[in-house]
């Protein structure tokens, strides 16, 4: 039986195969962090539409609040 050769094609070659599962592991580890990051993205984007929505409907609200208080004064102020 031959002793360990730590130079050998076999020992260099599983050390590469080593060195390729270490990397998988981060690779997996960044594709779920980048993942977990586009949830938290589309959460964020929606949240965004959500309140522009409201923000545009309050808008709405004011303007016409204003339309009417300026119509009351108009007519008032006719009369």
């Known amino acids: 039986m031959s002793a360990f050769d730590p130079h050998s094609n076999d020992a260099m ?13 981060v690779l997996d580890e960044i594709r779920k962090a980048g993942q977990q990051t586009e949830r938290e993205i589309e959460s964020l984007k929606s949240w965004r539409d959500n309140f522009q929505g409201r923000i545009t409907v309050l808008a709405a609200i004011i303007s016409l609040a204003a339309a009417g208080i300026v119509s009351m004064i108009v007519s008032a102020y006719k009369g």
């Open 13 to 25: 070659f599983a050390r590469v195969l080593a060195k390729l599962d270490e990397h998988g592991e």
